[in-house]
C-alpha cells in the first residue's frame, strides 16, 4: 500500500518545531523571571561584608542604616535597602572604580539578616570612622551605645606598627567643625589604668590610630 503524502507536510512539521522551541523559551522566561523576583532584598539592619580583591583594605562589615543606606571609603554614601546583594556589587564596582585604574572585583554577601519585625533606633545609629594603623579601617555603622574600646575591636584592633599612646578621638558638631580631641594610651585602657575608653562614640566622630615613629 502506497503511502499518501500531504501537501506542505514539511512545512507543517517546522511549524510544530518552531511552536515547541518557542513554548521552551517562554517557559524559561519565566523560570528567569521567577528567580529574579526571589532574590533576597537588602533591608534596613541587615549587616554585609564588603570585599574588593584588589584592595582589602577596602573590607567592611556594614550596617544598612535606618535610612537604607551604607557608607564606605571611596564609594560614599550609597542606597542598599531594596537591592539584591548582587545588584549592590554593580552599584559598589562603578563607585569604587573610581580610585582603581581597572573596574575592581567586589563582593557583597550578607553576615547578618535582621528580622522583619526588628527595628533600627534611629537614635542610638551612628557611623564612626577609623583611619590609621588598625586591621579595617573605614566606617563603623553601629546600631547600638558603643565605647572607643569597643569601636577600636570593631575596627579589628590597632596594627603592628600603631602608636599606642597617641590614639585620638576627634569630635565634630552637627556643622563639621572640630569640637574636641582627646587622646588616650590604648595599653593603659587595656590594663584597666584609664577610664576614656569607656568613653561613648557618638554619630562622627572620627578615631584616629596614628603610625609610630621610628624611636617610638
Known amino acids: 500500500m502506497r ?23 517562554i517557559l524559561w522566561s519565566a523560570d528567569q523571571a521567577g528567580a529574579q523576583e526571589e532574590l533576597y532584598k537588602i533591608q534596613p539592619g541587615d549587616q554585609l561584608a ?19 543606606r551604607i557608607t564606605l571609603p571611596i564609594a560614599g554614601s550609597v542606597r542598599a535597602e531594596g537591592l539584591s546583594p548582587e545588584q549592590l556589587q554593580e552599584v559598589l564596582r562603578k ?32 557611623t564612626v570612622f577609623v583611619i590609621g594603623q588598625v586591621a579595617r579601617p573605614g566606617a563603623l555603622e553601629l ?12 575596627a579589628g584592633g ?6 599606642l599612646d597617641g590614639i585620638q578621638l576627634r569630635r565634630h558638631d552637627e556643622d563639621g567643625t572640630e569640637t574636641e580631641v582627646m587622646t588616650f594610651d590604648y595599653e593603659r585602657i587595656e590594663d584597666g589604668m584609664a577610664a576614656l575608653g569607656n568613653v561613648l562614640v557618638k554619630d562622627g566622630d572620627v578615631i584616629v590610630v596614628p603610625e609610630r615613629g621610628l624611636f617610638d
Open 143 to 154: 546600631t547600638r551605645p558603643t565605647n572607643l574600646l569597643q569601636a577600636l575591636a570593631l
Open 95 to 126: 563607585r569604587f572604580a573610581r580610585g582603581f585604574e581597572i573596574t575592581p572585583t567586589v563582593t557583597v554577601s550578607l553576615r547578618y539578616i535582621a528580622a522583619r519585625d526588628e527595628v533600627v533606633d534611629e537614635e542610638q545609629a551612628a
Open 158 to 163: 590597632p596594627g603592628r606598627f600603631a602608636k
Open 50 to 68: 564588603v570585599s574588593v580583591l584588589e584592595d582589602p583594605n577596602l573590607n567592611q562589615t556594614v550596617l544598612v542604616r535606618p535610612d537604607g
Open 3 to 25: 503511502m499518501r503524502r500531504f501537501p506542505g507536510g514539511r512545512n507543517l512539521k517546522k511549524l510544530v518545531f518552531a511552536a515547541m522551541g518557542l513554548l521552551a523559551a
